[in-house]
Structures are given as structure tokens and as C-alpha cells.
């Protein structure tokens, strides 16, 4: 048994490092799903609701630890194929990522009033043009603040990835207090560092929000 030191400081923020991998992974992957499943989710052609409707509720409908020990430990089951963590947990976390921002944007766009839709098709532009140039920006006004609280949120859920031994910042809390004995701590420690993660991201989205909601 030894005391907290300094290095164990240091290996929490380096640690760090790796819940801020999970987050940019979540985003990275996730984002370009989600918004393909908002369009579908909008879209006139049926089975692409139904399809993406399924999605959503599948994957808002599991746990993101049932979705992390899928992705670790089944996958490798049904495909006879190891899966390194950090590949398994990216995964997860974009498939987590995008139900939720997928519903966040699908709201943002349904927001904006169909006349800005009919407005932009009298300009003589294609669907696409139209949803780019016109409706985009405006569902973007929109749904920025709940996309940053999602943010916070899924900052705090990367330390579920230390179920599947990934070392993250909550896995490197975990080690330290093995080390040191020192729990109270070690686990303070590791709570103010999240706090100073997603404190301003609280405070901006209900900023954006204020501003933005005025601004409409």
C-alpha cells in the first residue's frame, strides 16, 4: 500500500486522454448516422421510416453497458473474431451516439416550418439544395443546445467502458484506488475532472439555448 502521489495524478490525465478518444470516436462515427437516420426518419418513403424508427428503438431501447458487452463479448462470439477494445467500445459509442443525436436532429428538423420548405422549392433548387441551404442552418439553431448536452452526457457515459477493461479516466480512478487505498481520493479527484469537463458544457448549452431560442 503506498500514498496518492503525483504519478497517479499524472495517470489520471493520461487516462483523460483516452475518455476524450471515446468522445471524439462517438462523435466522429456516430454523427454522420445520425443524421442519415433523421432523413430517413422525415423521409416520404415509408420503409425507410420503418427502418430507422426500428433503430432507434432498438439501440435507445439496450443499455449503453448492454451495447459495450455486445460489441466486446458477442461479437467475437458470432463472428469468430476477437474484437480489440478500443474498436469494440468506438463501436458502441457510435451506435449510442447516433439514436440519440439522430432523434436530436430529427426534432430540429421538424422544428423548422414547412413553408421555409415550400419558400426554398419555389427558388427552383433540388430536395437536397433545399434541405442544405435553407433548412439545415435553421434545424442547426435549433438542436446545437441539446447536442451539447448530449455531450455531457456522453462524457460521463465513457466510464462505462471500464467494464471491458478499457483505461479510461474512470478505469485509471479504479487502479489508483487499488494502488493507494485511498478511495475518498482518489474518487474525488476523478469527479472533478469530469465536473471541469462537463460544467462548461452545461453552462454553454443553456447559453445557446437562452440565445438561440431568443433569437427565433
Same mark, same amino acid.
Given at each position: 500500500? &503506498?500514498?496518492?502521489? %503525483? ?13 476524450? #478518444? ?19 426518419? $422525415?423521409?416520404?418513403?415509408?420503409? +425507410?421510416?420503418? $427502418? ?14 448492454? +451495447? ?6 458477442? #461479437? ?5 473474431? /476477437? ?17 440519440? +443525436? ?7 428538423? /421538424?422544428?423548422?416550418? /414547412? ?11 433540388? &430536395?437536397?439544395? /433545399? ?9 442547426? @439553431? $435549433?438542436?446545437?443546445?441539446? %447536442? ?9 457515459? %465513457? ?7 478499457? #483505461? ?20 474525488? #479527484? ?10 462548461? +458544457?452545461?453552462?454553454?448549452? @443553456?447559453?445557446?439555448?437562452? &440565445? ?5
Amino acid at each position: 500500500m &503506498r500514498v496518492f502521489t %503525483t504519478s497517479d495524478l499524472f495517470s489520471l490525465f493520461a487516462a483523460l486522454q483516452w475518455t476524450i #478518444v471515446l468522445v471524439t470516436l462517438a462523435i466522429a462515427l456516430g454523427a454522420p448516422l445520425a443524421l442519415a437516420l433523421a432523413l430517413m426518419r $422525415i423521409s416520404k418513403i415509408a420503409p +425507410l421510416r420503418w $427502418i430507422a424508427a426500428a433503430y432507434l428503438q432498438l439501440v435507445q431501447g439496450i443499455p449503453l453497458l448492454g +451495447l459495450l458487452m455486445f460489441f466486446y463479448f458477442g #461479437v467475437p462470439v458470432f463472428l469468430g473474431v /476477437q474484437v480489440p477494445a478500443i474498436v469494440a467500445v468506438g463501436i458502441a459509442f457510435a451506435a449510442y451516439s447516433s439514436a440519440f +443525436l439522430g432523434e436530436i436532429w430529427r426534432g430540429g428538423i /421538424q422544428a423548422v416550418k /414547412q413553408a421555409q420548405w415550400e419558400a426554398a422549392a419555389c427558388l427552383g433548387i433540388t &430536395r437536397w439544395q /433545399q434541405f442544405r441551404y435553407v433548412i439545415a442552418p435553421q434545424a442547426l @439553431r $435549433i438542436a446545437l443546445p441539446a %447536442t451539447v448536452g448530449f455531450m455531457v452526457q456522453l462524457i460521463k457515459g %465513457t466510464s462505462l467502458a471500464s467494464v471491458v477493461g478499457f #483505461v479510461e479516466l474512470a478505469r485509471a480512478g479504479q487502479l489508483a484506488s487499488a494502488a493507494t487505498f485511498q478511495p475518498l481520493l482518489v474518487y474525488s #479527484v476523478v469527479a472533478t475532472i469530469y465536473f471541469a469537463m462537463c460544467f462548461p +458544457l452545461t453552462v454553454w448549452s @443553456r447559453s445557446l439555448e437562452a &440565445r438561440l431560442n431568443g433569437a427565433r
